[in-house]
């Protein structure tokens, strides 16, 4: 990955789409399924406690899908599948500053639902778009906690 270390100037502020989030009401069911189809296992799970889900990737060339199953009541995983059913919850989107993005997309017009960075799956920091800012589209731009932490003065 190119290192920019201009602040400021930078027009483009996603790099590449990182990965795809799936809700699922199953993650076990998800798993079989998914690795029957993409004929591969998925690499990892992982709860994150903070968001009330559990997740596991699989990884596609160079984007990953991340499933997504509510791990309580409240999670935005349980409220999202309530009302619109299992599938495309997310696109995330890689950047490689996601304080400087989120500054970004705020003076673009863009709805943040979280606006400091929060700990996310896989390694990363991450920050969702509300999707009625985004063609309905729920958004999340992350960053790998080590890029974060390697590129901080
Ligand atoms: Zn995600």
Redesign the pocket.
């Given at each position: 990955m190119q290192k920019v270390s201009s602040l400021g100037t930078k027009l483009i502020i996603m790099e590449k789409l990182e990965?795809i989030?799936i809700a699922v009401r199953s993650l076990d069911k998800a798993n079989d399924v998914f690795s029957k189809l993409l004929g591969a296992l998925h690499y990892k799970t992982e709860v994150v406690e903070s968001e009330g889900v559990r997740t596991s990737f699989f990884q596609l060339g160079g984007v990953k899908l991340?499933f997504l199953e509510a791990t309580r009541e409240d999670s935005p995983i349980a409220k999202f599948i309530e009302k619109r059913g299992e599938g495309i919850h997310?696109l995330?989107f890689e950047v490689s500053d996601l304080k400087q993005s989120i500054e970004q997309c705020r003076q673009k017009g863009f709805e943040l639902i979280n606006d400091t960075p929060k700990a996310?799956?896989d390694n990363k920091m991450?920050c969702f778009l509300h999707p009625k800012s985004t063609a309905g589209v729920l958004v999340?731009l992350?960053q790998e906690i080590d890029a974060i932490s390697s590129s901080s003065h």
């Amino acid at each position: 990955m190119q290192k920019v270390s201009s602040l400021g100037t930078k027009l483009i502020i996603m790099e590449k789409l990182e990965h795809i989030g799936i809700a699922v009401r199953s993650l076990d069911k998800a798993n079989d399924v998914f690795s029957k189809l993409l004929g591969a296992l998925h690499y990892k799970t992982e709860v994150v406690e903070s968001e009330g889900v559990r997740t596991s990737f699989f990884q596609l060339g160079g984007v990953k899908l991340e499933f997504l199953e509510a791990t309580r009541e409240d999670s935005p995983i349980a409220k999202f599948i309530e009302k619109r059913g299992e599938g495309i919850h997310h696109l995330a989107f890689e950047v490689s500053d996601l304080k400087q993005s989120i500054e970004q997309c705020r003076q673009k017009g863009f709805e943040l639902i979280n606006d400091t960075p929060k700990a996310g799956a896989d390694n990363k920091m991450i920050c969702f778009l509300h999707p009625k800012s985004t063609a309905g589209v729920l958004v999340e731009l992350c960053q790998e906690i080590d890029a974060i932490s390697s590129s901080s003065h």
